[in-house]
């Protein structure tokens, strides 16, 4: 099965969970991207990998048009049932892959992507397809979790994604954001990382875990090195895991004529 297939899995069978999810629904980054938005014009929004449509209902109220784009269709309905619930007329729901944008060049004036690219196989292409639809000076808004940039971190936190999320590609480290956005032509206006913490039972809850994979993703953590369990303040109790903590990135960037 190819990640975009175990995506639409995935997360067509866990969807709701990702309407009510708190990790989702909540967060001072919902409040970065809003800050990173004002004093725009702000006519035309893309909301990529909608999921919960977390960022499209918190955006609507200040975009003209908002258009709320997933691969899954039950991610769709979910999102579309929650913002129209919060009296949101102004969203258009579309399923569509975040590397083969089905949009025309300089569409919108800003795209968001938050909490997805780490589900991305093609990561370039998200970028460019993102380029693309934005119009000169467009904003482009991007939240995803992050790995470590020590390896042998990077290698641990993308495998405990992995173990707990097949649909999970790969947690991209701080530099290679920064690489890819500046060579693809934006202009980068902020880079903010902020600290993560998962509660390791509604973490795995979100993914409707059985009970010997949940055991065996806990037994791996538990077991860990202690320079990884202390780097990722990973709490150990009774040899059960409550929580540890990652990194997440905030980045804004504006698009330049190539």
């Known amino acids: ?11 067509g069978t866990n969807a709701a969970n990702y309407v009510t999810s708190k990790t989702h629904a909540k967060g001072k980054d919902l409040d970065l991207i809003e800050n990173g938005v004002k004093d725009r014009k702000n006519t035309s929004l893309l909301d990529i990998a909608t999921g919960g449509g977390h960022v499209a209902n918190k955006l609507a109220p200040i975009f003209k048009k908002v258009t709320a784009l997933d691969l899954t269709p039950e991610m769709l309905e979910n999102a579309q049932s ?17 590397e083969a944008l089905p949009f025309p060049e300089e569409h919108f004036d800003t795209v968001t992507c938050r909490i997805a690219p780490h589900h991305f196989s093609n990561v370039d292409q998200f970028i460019s397809e993102s380029y693309r639809v934005l119009t ?8 995803d979790n992050v790995s470590p940039e020590v390896d042998e971190y990077d290698h641990f936190y993308n ?36 600290e993560k913490k998962f509660i390791f039972d509604e973490w795995c809850r979100m993914m409707n875990l059985s009970g010997e994979v949940k055991e065996a993703l806990n037994r791996y953590m538990a077991e860990s090195s202690e320079e990884i369990r202390n780097f990722f303040s990973i709490d150990v109790k009774e040899e059960k895991i409550q ?8 980045l804004a960037a504006v698009k330049k004529k190539k």
């Open 243 to 250: 929580s540890f903590k990652g990194e997440a990135i905030f």
């Open 136 to 143: 000169e000076d467009g904003l482009f808004l991007l939240i």
């Open 82 to 98: 929650f913002i129209e619930s919060n009296g949101h007329q102004n969203v258009f729901f579309v399923q569509g892959d975040a």
């Open 159 to 194: 495998e405990v994604e992995k173990k707990r999320d097949p649909s999970h590609f790969r947690a991209y480290k701080k530099s290679e954001w920064i690489s890819w956005v500046e060579k693809e032509g934006f202009s980068i206006l902020t880079v903010n990382v902020f």
């Open 1 to 11: 099965m190819d990640n975009k297939k175990t995506i639409a899995s995935q997360f």
